[in-house]
C-alpha cells in the first residue's frame, strides 16, 4: 500500500533570524527621529512625510494606473541620487530602456541612480545586499512573486510575503524602501487590507486626468501628520511642485457669477482656498438630479434638506449640480455652510463679492457650527486679498486675524443667507 511522503517545502530566505532584539528601558530609547530623515529636496513631498524619509521605514506610495507615480517615483529618486547617495530602483513593471527614456524628459540624470529589472523576491533581497543603497524603491509590489507560493504575482498572498520581506528588509538594514502600489476602482489599494497596517506612510496619488493637477495625500503616517498634501501639475518636463495652491485653484474663477463660493478648507496642517461651484435649475424629470463632484453626495442631500427646511426655499422640483474647481476632494464640515450658499446664491441668481470666503459646519437644526483652525483660514484669505469672511459666530471674538479682513460671524443659515445681500 502506498503512502503519501511528506516534502518539506523549502522556505525563503527569513530575516527574523539575524535579528536578536534586546528589552530596553523606554527612557534609554532615541527619540531624535527628526535628525536621522532624509531630506528629499522636494519642499511638495517633503511636507506630506513629514519631513523627509525615516532610515528603516517603508512607505508606500499608490494611486491609479496611469495617474503618474513611476514619474513621480524616478523625480524623488533622481533628487536623492543627486545628493550623493546611492539609490536603487527595482522595476517590475517597466523595461530599462523604458526607465531611461521617461528619465530624459524629467532632468540630468544623476550618477548615484541605479535600476534593475527584477520581480524574483528572493533575488532583490539579494542584490539589496550586494549593493547596499541608501534608499530603496520598488515598482510595483503587485509585480513581485517569491517561488515558495503557488498564487500567481499581484494575489493575496503573494503581495502579503512580498510587503513582510520588504519590511523585515528595511528594518534590518535601515534603509527607507518606498512600494508602489496600484488602485483598484473603488479606490482600494490593490491587494490585501493587510498591505495598508504593514507599511509606516501610505500616500495617495491622486487627480482627475482631465486636470493637470495632482494631489499627493498622506493617510497614514507613524513619523508625522496624517492628511498632509502636496500639489503638483502635470508638464511635458514631469511633475512641477505647486507651492502656492491657493492661488492656482482661484485663478480661473469668473466673475460676478451666481452659484460661486470661495471656501478656506484645511488640508492637514495647510489652508488651501478653492471655489464651490453651484447650478440649480428647473428640472424637468420626475425624480430631479443631484450630482456632487468633490463633495459627497450623502452630505449634499443633507444640506438640500436642511436648506429647505430652515430656509423655505423650494429644491424638490429643481437639478442641483455642485462642483469643487480644480478637481480637490472636500471631505472636511467646513465647506457646508459655503454650499448652502451656493445653492441658494444660484437658486435666486444673486452673485457673491468676489472678495468674501465662506466656511462653517452646519447641523440639522439650522445652526452653524465653529470649525477647527479658524486663525490659518482668515490669515489665508486675507493674504490672497480677500476683504470678507462670514464665519461661525462662536469663538469669533476670541480669533487673531490680519486687520485687513473683516469677518461676519453668523449662528444660523438664515443669518449666512441675509448676509449674502450685504456681500454681494
Same mark, same amino acid.
Given at each position: 500500500?502506498?503512502? !503519501?511522503?511528506?516534502?518539506?517545502?523549502?522556505?525563503?530566505?527569513?530575516?527574523?533570524?539575524?535579528?536578536?532584539?534586546?528589552?530596553?528601558?523606554?527612557?534609554?530609547?532615541?527619540?531624535?527621529?527628526? +535628525?536621522?530623515?532624509?531630506?528629499?529636496?522636494?519642499?511638495?513631498? &517633503?511636507?506630506?512625510?513629514?519631513?523627509?524619509?525615516?532610515?528603516? %521605514?517603508?512607505?508606500?506610495?499608490?494611486?491609479?494606473?496611469?495617474?503618474?507615480?513611476?514619474?513621480?517615483?524616478?523625480?524623488?529618486?533622481?533628487?536623492?541620487?543627486?545628493?550623493?547617495?546611492?539609490?536603487?530602483?527595482?522595476?517590475? +513593471?517597466?523595461?530599462?530602456?523604458?526607465?531611461?527614456?521617461?528619465?530624459?524628459?524629467?532632468?540630468?540624470?544623476?550618477?548615484?541612480?541605479?535600476?534593475?529589472?527584477?520581480?524574483?523576491?528572493?533575488?532583490?533581497?539579494?542584490?539589496?545586499?550586494?549593493?547596499?543603497?541608501?534608499?530603496?524603491?520598488?515598482?510595483?509590489?503587485?509585480?513581485?512573486?517569491? &517561488?515558495?507560493?503557488?498564487?500567481?504575482?499581484?494575489?493575496?498572498?503573494?503581495? @502579503?510575503?512580498?510587503?513582510? $520581506?520588504?519590511?523585515?528588509?528595511?528594518?534590518?538594514?535601515?534603509? !527607507?524602501?518606498?512600494?508602489?502600489? *496600484?488602485?483598484?476602482?473603488?479606490?482600494?489599494?490593490?491587494?490585501? $487590507?493587510?498591505?495598508?497596517?504593514?507599511?509606516?506612510?501610505?500616500?495617495?496619488?491622486?487627480?482627475?486626468?482631465? *486636470?493637470?493637477?495632482?494631489?499627493? @495625500?498622506?493617510?497614514?503616517? @507613524?513619523?508625522?501628520?496624517?492628511?498632509?498634501?502636496?500639489?503638483?501639475?502635470?508638464?511635458?518636463?514631469?511633475? +512641477?511642485?505647486?507651492?502656492?495652491?491657493?492661488?492656482?485653484?482661484?485663478?480661473? $474663477?469668473?466673475?460676478?457669477?451666481?452659484?460661486?463660493?470661495?471656501?478656506?478648507?484645511? +488640508?492637514?496642517?495647510?489652508?488651501?482656498?478653492?471655489?464651490?461651484?453651484?447650478?440649480?435649475?428647473?428640472?424637468?424629470?420626475?425624480?430631479?438630479?443631484?450630482? %456632487?463632484?468633490?463633495?459627497?453626495?450623502?452630505?449634499?442631500?443633507?444640506?438640500?434638506?436642511?436648506?429647505?427646511? *430652515?430656509?423655505?426655499?423650494?429644491?424638490?422640483?429643481?437639478?442641483?449640480?455642485?462642483?469643487?474647481?480644480?478637481?480637490?476632494?472636500?471631505?472636511?464640515?467646513?465647506?457646508?455652510?459655503?454650499?448652502?450658499?451656493?445653492?441658494?446664491?444660484?437658486?435666486?441668481?444673486? !452673485?457673491?463679492?468676489?472678495?468674501?470666503?465662506?466656511?462653517?459646519?452646519?447641523?440639522?437644526?439650522?445652526?452653524?457650527?465653529?470649525?477647527?483652525?479658524?486663525?490659518?483660514?482668515?490669515?489665508?484669505?486675507?493674504?490672497?486679498?480677500?476683504?470678507?469672511?462670514?464665519?461661525?459666530?462662536?469663538?469669533?471674538?476670541?480669533?487673531?486675524?490680519?486687520?485687513?479682513?473683516?469677518?461676519?460671524?453668523?449662528?444660523?443659515?438664515?443669518?449666512?443667507?441675509?448676509?449674502?445681500?450685504?456681500? %454681494?
Amino acid at each position: 500500500m502506498e503512502k !503519501p511522503v511528506d516534502t518539506p517545502v523549502r522556505k525563503g530566505r527569513s530575516l527574523f533570524a539575524v535579528s536578536q532584539s534586546v528589552p530596553l528601558p523606554l527612557l534609554e530609547v532615541s527619540a531624535d527621529v527628526d +535628525e536621522a530623515r532624509i531630506f528629499i529636496g522636494m519642499n511638495e513631498m &517633503d511636507r506630506v512625510l513629514g519631513g523627509g524619509l525615516v532610515p528603516g %521605514s517603508l512607505v508606500l506610495l499608490a494611486g491609479e494606473p496611469g495617474i503618474g507615480k513611476s514619474t513621480l517615483l524616478l523625480q524623488i529618486l533622481c533628487h536623492l541620487a543627486s545628493d550623493q547617495k546611492k539609490v536603487l530602483y527595482i522595476s517590475g +513593471e517597466e523595461s530599462l530602456t523604458q526607465i531611461r527614456m521617461r528619465s530624459e524628459r524629467l532632468r540630468e540624470i544623476p550618477g548615484g541612480l541605479w535600476v534593475v529589472c527584477e520581480s524574483g523576491l528572493d533575488r532583490i533581497i539579494e542584490i539589496v545586499e550586494e549593493q547596499g543603497p541608501s534608499v530603496l524603491a520598488v515598482d510595483s509590489i503587485q509585480t513581485l512573486f517569491c &517561488d515558495e507560493i503557488s498564487s500567481a504575482p499581484g494575489s493575496i498572498a503573494q503581495v @502579503r510575503e512580498a510587503a513582510a $520581506r520588504l519590511m523585515q528588509l528595511a528594518r534590518l538594514k535601515g534603509v !527607507p524602501t518606498i512600494l508602489v502600489g *496600484h488602485v483598484t476602482k473603488e479606490g482600494a489599494i490593490a491587494g490585501p $487590507r493587510v498591505l495598508e497596517h504593514l507599511v509606516d506612510t501610505v500616500l495617495y496619488f491622486e487627480g482627475d486626468r482631465s *486636470h493637470t493637477f495632482r494631489l499627493l @495625500r498622506t493617510i497614514k503616517n @507613524r513619523y508625522g501628520p496624517t492628511h498632509e498634501i502636496g500639489v503638483f501639475e502635470m508638464t511635458e518636463a514631469g511633475l +512641477e511642485q505647486v507651492p502656492n495652491p491657493s492661488e492656482v485653484f482661484l485663478g480661473q $474663477r469668473p466673475k460676478a457669477v451666481p452659484g460661486s463660493v470661495v471656501v478656506p478648507c484645511m +488640508e492637514g496642517t495647510r489652508p488651501i482656498l478653492v471655489e464651490i461651484q453651484a447650478l440649480v435649475s428647473p428640472s424637468h424629470l420626475s425624480m430631479p438630479r443631484r450630482t %456632487s463632484t468633490g463633495i459627497d453626495s450623502n452630505r449634499l442631500a443633507l444640506l438640500i434638506a436642511v436648506a429647505e427646511r *430652515h430656509l423655505g426655499v423650494a429644491l424638490y422640483d429643481r437639478d442641483i449640480f455642485i462642483n469643487v474647481a480644480g478637481g480637490l476632494k472636500i471631505s472636511e464640515p467646513a465647506s457646508e455652510l459655503a454650499v448652502i450658499m451656493a445653492m441658494v446664491s444660484s437658486l435666486r441668481e444673486v !452673485p457673491l463679492d468676489m472678495d468674501t470666503a465662506v466656511f462653517g459646519e452646519v447641523g440639522l437644526t439650522g445652526e452653524v457650527r465653529a470649525v477647527g483652525r479658524a486663525e490659518l483660514r482668515l490669515n489665508e484669505a486675507a493674504r490672497l486679498g480677500l476683504k470678507k469672511c462670514v464665519i461661525p459666530w462662536a469663538g469669533s471674538d476670541r480669533l487673531k486675524f490680519s486687520d485687513s479682513l473683516e469677518i461676519l460671524p453668523v449662528k444660523r443659515i438664515d443669518e449666512a443667507v441675509a448676509a449674502m445681500s450685504e456681500v %454681494s
